[in-house]
Every structure is written in C-alpha cells, then in structure tokens.
C-alpha cells in the first residue's frame, strides 16, 4: 500500500488559516497611530478598541468550538473565516464621523429637566466593528486543534501544533511589515482591504478541498488512514456527540491553571502585538518607518520560538506516556526565562539590543505553547473542541487586562509630567512579574489528570458525596441536527 500525503496537505491550509489569523488580527498595531490621527481617538480609546476584541475572541471561543464538535470543523471553520474576513474589510471602511441626539422635550420632562445626549461616532464604530472581528477569529484555534486530533496519529501532533503555531506568528511578524508598506504607499483603509480578502479565498478552497472524517477524503490512501489511527481510534465523524460532563470540567484544577498560564502569556502577547510599535516610536524614539521591522522581528522571534517549542512537545511525545513533571517543568523553565529577558531589556539604551531581548523573550514564551497544547489535548478526551475553547478563552482577562492597562498607565505617567522611557518602561515590569507567576502555574498541573473524565480521586469524591454527579439525562448524546 502507498501512503499518501492528504494530512501534510491539510497542514498547508491550517498553517496558512492560523498565518491569515494573525497578519488580520495584527494589523491594527502597526496602523493604530493612522487610525487614531484620522478618526480622532486617544490612546486610551484606542486601548479599548483593542479590548472590545479580546473581550469577543474569549466570549465566542467555547461555543465555536463546541459547534465543531457537533457540526464539524469543516463546516465551522469555513462560516468564522468569511466572518472575520468581512469584518477585516469593515475595519478599514470606518469613517470619521459624530453625531449626537438629544431627547426629546417629553422625556427631558419626565427627567426633571436633565437633558441627556446619545451619541455614537468613529470609536463607537471602530469599537463595535472589532467586538465581531472577535467574535469571528474565536473559533480558529479551537477547531484547528480538534482537526489535529482527528487527523494525525499522537507522535506527529506536536509538529501540527508546531507548525500551526509558527505561521501564526509569522503572520503577525508579516503583519506590521506589510501593513507598513501598505500604509505608507495607499494608506490604513487598504491594508484592512487586501488583508480581508485573503481569508475569503481561503474559505473557498478549504471547504472544497477538506472532509472532517479522514475516511472520506479522496487524497487519504488505506496506508495513511491506517497511520492516522495508529495510535488512537477512528472517531465517526456523523456520530452523535456525547454532551461535555460540565460537573467535572469545572471542578478539575488542571483546568484553572491552564487557563490562568495562557493568560499571564497572553497579558505578554498582547503587549506586542498592540503596543510594542507605539512603545518603540514613542518610548525608544524610534523612527515610524523602522518600528514595522523591529515589531516583526519580535514576532518573528514568536514563530521560531513555536517551532522550538514543537520540537520539545514531539520530544516529550516520543518519550512514550508521560509523568507528573516533564512537561509542567519545560513550561515553567520557558516562561520565567521568558520574564528574565523582558527585564533585561530595560537595561539597553539601545533599540535594537532592547528588542533583541524582547525577542528572545517571546520566543521563549511560545515555546511553551506547543506543551500547553499537548496537554490540553491529552485531558479534553472527545471534547477538545469545547474544552480547548473554554481554556484558551481563560486568557482573554489577561489579554483585555494588557491592551487597556498599558495604554492607560503611559497615559497616566504622560500626565505626571513623564516622557520617552520614563514614561513607558515602567510598564514592563509589570509584564515580567505576570510570566513568573505564569511559570509557577505551570509547577501545579498535572497532565496525567483528565479534566472531563473522573479519576480514581475524582471517584472516591463522587462517591463520598463531595462532589455532584451529572444528572443521568445529561450523559445521553446530543441529537445531530439534519443539513
């Protein structure tokens, strides 16, 4: 039998669906001081406009995917494309404008004469058309893993996390390079525009192109099924999905804790993406034409630093069943040597050497996504569409947290009468603190432990009456609905 390559085929697409993610998501970094100058926004608003986003991308995430799934990540992930791509579009068709409506005589009465004015204009705008950016991109991550689990077998999964998670960051180190060049030949709107248009070509030829049962693809021979479910058993894709056993799930502390690390990592991320360019061309004096390239470099310093981390996550796989303390202990390594090198760019006058650190930084820090990946998948079971979304919403405080914390403590320090680093630098202290804390988190997991499936502790408490069981009418499988 010939093994055929359908499954590399299908990690072009989900490496270019998670590289269109980023470089769309990215995007508003780099073009934050033209939309802010055009549409009359402060950095604080602009703070929340960024927020409105995270806000979204964590509210959406558990049930898109949970629709995967029940409906399919096929299905799923071609509907949330075309959704964010259109709002990606949207973005960049924002005007500028206010308009402002009193109320009427009757009610200013009935108020006791207090007049009140609604208003909505470019920041109202900007901030709703970003909530469903949000909104759109939420479902990604999730159902890309849930494909992962699908189609490859257990000891190639680390490289598919690897490989997703590097075009991702890619694409962010793409985004304020190409957006730059973009903005200073056509102008912000444009960048929204063509950036917008990718992801609608991509929802095209992957809903063409992919099936969610590997079975039922063409391109997938007997010999790569075969390999696909080497190591773990066929899943009917038609089948009806049990519902997520909620009682366990919330009472699991692996849960909480993966949660609480992607989100002291993602009060880092955000950072970067959001506010590194501003930090750089306010902060460090930065010429506006060089801030693109150094941001990207960060970013760039994300991909490799995934990559990496894949390689350690395949590593630890090959090494066969893992124990308490492998993968909790890279984690916390990673990420407080993460925290080390932010501080240590505080001590370089230098621009460039300050974000040679910054990057070295973030690569550290991705490299521990791969094994949070890992770890996820291993304790979700059959509900990693769910359980992937309800954990990696869990850093949507951090991320929300970051984008308005930064913009309103230079604010804050602008207003003391603090300019240049004085004014800027503080900040990332704060940052360094929140990835140590994020490495210790990582001492208490225990990837042994399944979050959606009771343990021998977990029984023994069920059995004692600490703990609620699920009402036996929950434990039947949903019906799939028809289409």
């Known amino acids: 039998m010939s093994l055929s390559d359908a499954r590399f085929k299908l990690l072009l697409y989900l490496g270019t669906l998670t590289f269109i993610l980023y470089l769309d998501r990215v995007c508003i970094g780099k073009a934050a001081s033209a939309i802010e100058h055009d549409l009359g926004i402060s950095d604080g608003a602009m703070g929340w406009v960024f927020t409105a986003f995270t806000i979204a ?37 924002v005007p500028r404008f206010s308009w402002g409506l009193s109320t009427p005589a009757w009610l200013t009465a009935l108020l006791s004469g207090r007049e009140i004015v609604l208003a909505i204009d470019s920041f109202l705008l900007l901030l709703v058309v ?23 077998p257990r000891r190639e999964r680390g490289l598919a996390h690897g490989v997703i998670l590097t075009c991702m960051l890619v694409g962010g180190a793409a985004s304020p390079i190409l957006a730059g060049n973009i903005i200073a030949s056509w102008g912000w709107r444009w960048a929204f525009l063509l950036f917008g ?16 049962d590997p079975a039922e693809h063409p391109d997938v021979s007997p010999a790569e099924l075969q390999l696909i479910h080497s190591d773990s058993p066929a899943r009917d894709a038609k089948s009806p999905h049990p519902p997520v056993p909620w009682s366990f799930v919330v009472s699991s502390s692996n849960v909480w804790l993966l949660g609480g690390i992607i989100s002291c990592a993602a009060f880092a991320s955000y950072f970067y993406f959001n506010w590194f360019p501003r930090y750089l061309e306010n902060g460090r004096g930065v ?75 973030f690569g ?35 991320a929300s947290l970051s984008t308005v914390f930064a913009g309103q403590f230079v604010e804050s320090r602008k207003a003391a009468g603090f300019v240049g680093r004085a004014a800027w630098d503080p ?11 994020g490495g210790i988190l990582w001492l ?40």
């Not at 970003?130 to 494909?147: S, T, Y």
């Not at 890279?330 to 650190?357: D, Q």
């Open 197 to 212: 248009l990718l992801g609608l070509v991509w929802a095209a030829l992957f809903h063409d192109w992919f099936r969610d």
């Open 364 to 398: 550290l820090a991705q490299a521990q996504q791969a094994t949070w990946w890992a770890v996820v998948a291993d304790i979700s079971g059959k509900h990693l569409g769910a359980m992937f979304g309800l954990m990696n919403s869990l850093g949507v405080p951090g």
């Open 444 to 483: 208490l997991v225990d990837p042994r432990r399944s979050a959606v499936e009771p343990d021998a502790e977990t029984a023994e408490a069920l059995l004692a009456g600490r703990l609620t069981p699920i009402p036996p009418e929950d434990l039947a499988p949903e019906p799939v609905p028809a289409g």
């Open 287 to 361: 010429a506006e034409k060089d801030t693109g390239f150094l941001a990207g470099m960060v970013l760039a310093g994300g991909a490799c630093g995934s990559l990496a981390g894949s390689v350690i996550a395949s590593w630890l796989d090959r090494r066969g069943e893992q124990g308490r303390w492998q993968r909790p202990l890279v984690g916390c390594g990673l990420m407080v040597a993460a925290g080390i090198f932010v501080r240590l760019s505080l001590e370089f006058e230098s621009p460039l050497l300050a974000t040679l650190c910054v990057t070295l930084a």
């Open 57 to 93: 991308y964590g509210l959406f995430e558990i049930p898109t995917g949970s629709w995967g799934d029940r409906f399919g990540s096929r299905r799923i992930l071609t509907r949330i494309v075309l959704w964010w791509s259109a709002f990606t579009i949207l973005t960049g068709c």
């Open 130 to 152: 970003r909530f469903l950016f949000g909104a759109g991109e939420a479902g990604a991550l999730p159902n890309a893993a849930r494909v992962v689990s699908r189609w490859y």
């Open 427 to 437: 900040v990332l202290n704060y940052y360094v603190a929140v990835l140590v804390v």
